[in-house]
């Protein structure tokens, strides 16, 4: 059986930032199934930040999405037909399957989501790869401790909002960094941090200072750039960074390479900063940790998560590009399919 789909493939690398014309919605037909694969419908695809390098033919931690190549990504998908013993037609799974309607999966790829936890969604945000990725980073990296200073950027996000909350849990101060009053007030009135500041406010670094009075103990970094710059001063001695990513330079070209990195060196060597970069992949063992915490700080409450959705495939270029510059609030999801058919 042949089934037709759409998917969205890599049109052209992109210079500077991604424009339209570097993606291309194509039909095609689903390869019938193999042995031990499944034909898996995407309900939802996560449209996240690390996107925008597999777009770069560079060396990176991952091989780059090849010119005409599906763009990848998370899903949640329903199993719609299946050759693996394991998976049954109407299983809803994790993969990684892309930016397609359709997709043909080895079964051992992808993995069944508990729908118990929660919406299927929060499978790719607040208890999948962005949550995890708060969660490790913050308590096994940052380290907070009582009474601490924490600080992220990115604050609204799926990321960011995990790590101020967590940091809240342990019983930090969390101060965010947002784009905007409406994310600021968001972070502040909602989830509760003790201060977000705009980092389009002229002020910026003047504010961000007076709502660290005792500095910063732990920064997240997830977006680098000129908030790094206005951070960096504030750290305390010891301080720890787990560095997360680095969305404002992304689409950095060789001119706009920051110049202060010698300075950053030695500040680094002389308050003795921990600084390490990380992959969520690195503590996949924490993950039973992981799903066991979040799901329960979810469930009472104490962690709460905003969606920010698109809806339909041939939206995703766009919602994408508008990630890339601040235009989502919450965790950006794209609705492929609805959840049952
Ligand atoms: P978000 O949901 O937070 O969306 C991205 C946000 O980045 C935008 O909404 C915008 O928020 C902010 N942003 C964009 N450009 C700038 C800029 N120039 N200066 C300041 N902020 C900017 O994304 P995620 O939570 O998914 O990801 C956050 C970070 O975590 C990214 O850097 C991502 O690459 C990284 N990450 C790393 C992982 C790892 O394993 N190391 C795994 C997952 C994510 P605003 O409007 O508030 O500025």
Redesign the pocket.
């Known amino acids: 059986m042949s089934v037709s789909a759409k998917r969205i493939a890599l049109a052209a690398r992109p210079k500077g930032e991604p424009k339209p014309s570097d993606f291309r919605l194509e039909d095609y037909v689903a390869p019938v199934l193999g042995e031990g694969q499944v034909l898996l419908r995407t309900i939802w695809l996560s449209l ?3 996107m925008r390098g597999r777009m770069n033919d560079a060396a990176s931690y991952s091989a780059p999405v090849p010119l005409d190549g599906v763009m990848e990504g998370g899903t949640v998908c329903e199993v719609i037909a299946s050759n693996f013993a394991d998976l049954a037609p109407g299983d809803i799974v994790l993969a990684h399957s892309g930016w397609q309607t359709l997709a043909v999966a080895d079964g051992k790829m992808v993995r069944k989501v508990d729908t118990s936890l929660g919406p299927i969604s929060t499978a790719v945000g607040i208890l999948g ?2 949550g995890m ?1 708060a969660y490790t980073g913050l308590l096994d990296i940052g380290q907070p401790k009582a009474g601490e200073t924490v600080v992220v ?8 909002s995990a790590v101020g909350q967590i940091a809240m849990i342990k019983g930090a101060r969390a101060v965010g960094i ?3 009053k409406d ?1 600021c007030d968001y972070v502040k009135n909602e989830l509760g941090f003790a201060d977000c500041i705009d ?1 389009r406010d002229p002020d910026f670094a003047a504010k961000l200072k007076a709502a660290c009075p005792n500095g910063i103990d732990v920064y997240f970094e ?2 680098g ?3 790094f710059e206005a951070v960096f001063p504030l750290l305390n001695f010891f301080a720890r960074i787990p560095v ?5 330079q992304y689409s950095d070209t060789a001119d706009s390479t920051p110049k202060w990195a010698g300075s950053m060196m030695r500040t680094i060597l002389t308050k003795r900063l921990a600084i390490r970069g ?3 992949s690195d503590f996949a063992s924490r993950r039973g940790d992981f799903l066991r915490d979040m799901s329960g700080w979810v469930k009472d409450g104490k962690v709460k998560y905003k969606e920010c959705i698109t809806d339909g495939l041939e939206n995703a270029p766009t919602a994408f590009m508008g ?4 235009s ?1 609030f ?3 999801l794209v609705r492929v399919g609805p959840d049952k058919v």
């Open positions: 996240d930040p690390y790869m962005p990725t950027a990115a604050a609204s996000g799926a990321v960011g947002a784009g905007g994310k980092h997830n977006v750039g000129a908030v997360c990513g680095l969305i404002a990380f992959i969520v990630l890339l510059k601040g989502n919450g965790k950006q």
